[in-house]
T-cell receptor, first 113, second 120 residues
Framework: GQQVMQIPQYQHVQEGEDFTTYCNSS?????IQWYKQRPGGHPVFLIQ?????EVKKQKRLTFQFGEAKKNSSLHITATQTTDVGTYFC?????????????FGRGTQLTVWP | DGGITQSPKYLFRKEGQNVTLSCEQN?????MYWYRQDPGQGLRLIYY???????QKGDIAEGYSVSREKKESFPLTVTSAQKNPTAFYLC???????????????????FGPGTRLLVL
């Protein structure tokens, strides 16, 4: 069945260091979404990637969708304490059961000041 | 003020008891979802509904039941058959599948604040 794997599960960085989380799918995805969940909060949508090889930027965050549409990454440049939280990727495969996203397990980011 | 609400924030369940978690949205979204979150497990889909009066099982539906009698409401019942119900439950909604945009692309999911269920 459809699976979206996300690594690493945990990442601890010093403020100012870079951070990257990776998602890999067992099948080709139609699109991928990224969400952020702050400690004690709920997931909030960050961005959606649809096209093969697509790269999008939001300030210090860079999102990539692989050429084969089976992997994606989120890179944060020069982390800040406000980046703390868990980052989830979520893939959609229109060839599978309609209407649902497949979430990765998330990467929990801790930033030391 | 538009959004998605969940109640209660905390819920305690006794052994053998059924409990119902509320999820309401006033975003006029067609699709609604229930997820369970355990530490280190990410988001696991329990049930989802693309339209009123219809719903599908997710990955961990055993021990849970839902109804979708109204567009704005998607309550989740945790039955006594769910032996390990302690978790953080998140409800989400989305416009639904965007059939008109060419390739079918799901819309953003908006999450409620969640309900923490604890077993006494």
């Amino acid at each position: 069945g459809q699976q979206v794997m996300q690594i690493p599960q945990y990442q601890h960085v010093q403020e100012g260091e870079d951070f990257t989380t990776y998602c890999n799918s067992s099948t080709t995805l139609s699109n991928i979404q990224w969400y952020k969940q702050r400690p004690g909060g709920h997931p909030v949508f960050l961005i959606q990637l649809v096209k093969s090889g697509e790269v999008k930027k939001q300030k210090r965050l860079t999102f990539q969708f692989g050429e084969a549409k089976k992997n994606s990454s989120l890179h944060i440049t020069a982390t800040q304490t406000t980046d703390v939280g868990t980052y989830f990727c979520a893939g959609f495969d229109r060839g599978s059961t309609l209407g649902r996203l497949y979430f990765g397990r998330g990467t929990q980011l801790t930033v030391w000041p | 003020d538009g959004g998605i609400t969940q109640s209660p924030k905390y819920l305690f369940r006794k052994e053998g008891q059924n409990v119902t978690l509320s999820c309401e949205q006033n975003l006029n979204h067609d699709a609604m979802y229930w997820y369970r979150q355990d530490p280190g497990q990410g988001l696991r889909l329990i049930y989802y509904s693309q339209i009123v009066n219809d719903f599908q099982k997710g990955d961990i539906a055993e021990g849970y039941s839902v109804s979708r009698e109204k567009k704005e409401s998607f309550p989740l019942t945790v039955t006594s058959a769910q032996k390990n119900p302690t978790a953080f439950y998140l409800c989400a909604s989305s416009i639904g599948l965007n059939w008109l945009a060419g390739p079918v692309v799901p819309e953003t999911q908006y999450f409620g604040p969640g309900t923490r269920l604890l077993v006494l």
